[in-house]
């Protein structure tokens, strides 16, 4: 059992985080937040738009601070954007905040998942499956280093089956605890 007071998700884009993540914080009546929403609500402007005026940069900055702000509370489902552990500090306070959950979806997945999508600025790239192969290979190790628990969510299935796995997992593996108090 490893107690801590929130749940974070981490993985790839198109691994289901805000789906299986929203699903997961109804289950265990938390609140719900996904960082991306929560950047773009807060600056009023889109994520692509973001990288367009200030680079990857100016985003991971702007990640990173709403990241260290969400994970100080306890008692939430937070759903990271799939670079949030890119940066080392980022890593540290997902480790030391909270139980993070590796939703580990394979590039075939995510590109069926995400072959309609338009919107994400890092898969606008003539060869996407390239672009996923590489995000994968720099990614994964750090997904890795990070995650309390790993979650394959490449399977056939839907998110609500996944949810209900990860609960499984979840009531075996989490406690929810103040690490304060400890």
Do not use: C
Request: proline share 5%; net charge negative.
């Amino acid at each position: 059992m490893n107690p801590a007071p929130s749940l974070f998700l981490v993985g790839p884009m198109g691994a289901g985080k805000t789906t299986v993540g929203r699903l997961i914080a109804e289950l265990f009546r938390m609140p719900f937040i996904d960082l991306d929403h929560e950047i773009e609500a807060h600056t009023g402007a889109a994520v692509g738009l973001i990288f367009e005026l200030e680079g990857e940069a100016g985003f991971r900055r702007r990640e990173s601070a709403m990241l260290a702000g969400l994970a100080a509370r306890h008692g939430i489902v937070l759903a990271t954007g799939g670079g949030a552990v890119l940066d080392a500090e980022n890593r540290r306070v997902l480790r030391e905040n909270g139980f993070v959950i590796w939703l580990d979806a394979d590039v075939d997945a995510q590109l069926a998942r995400l072959a309609r999508d338009r919107q994400r600025p890092l898969l606008q790239a003539p060869d996407r499956r390239e672009r996923l192969e590489r995000l994968a290979r720099e990614r994964n190790p750090l997904y890795a280093e990070v995650a309390d628990l790993r979650l394959p969510s490449s399977g056939v299935g839907n998110s609500s089956h996944a949810a209900h796995d990860l609960l499984d997992l979840l009531e075996a593996r989490w406690r929810r605890g103040n690490p304060e108090a400890a």
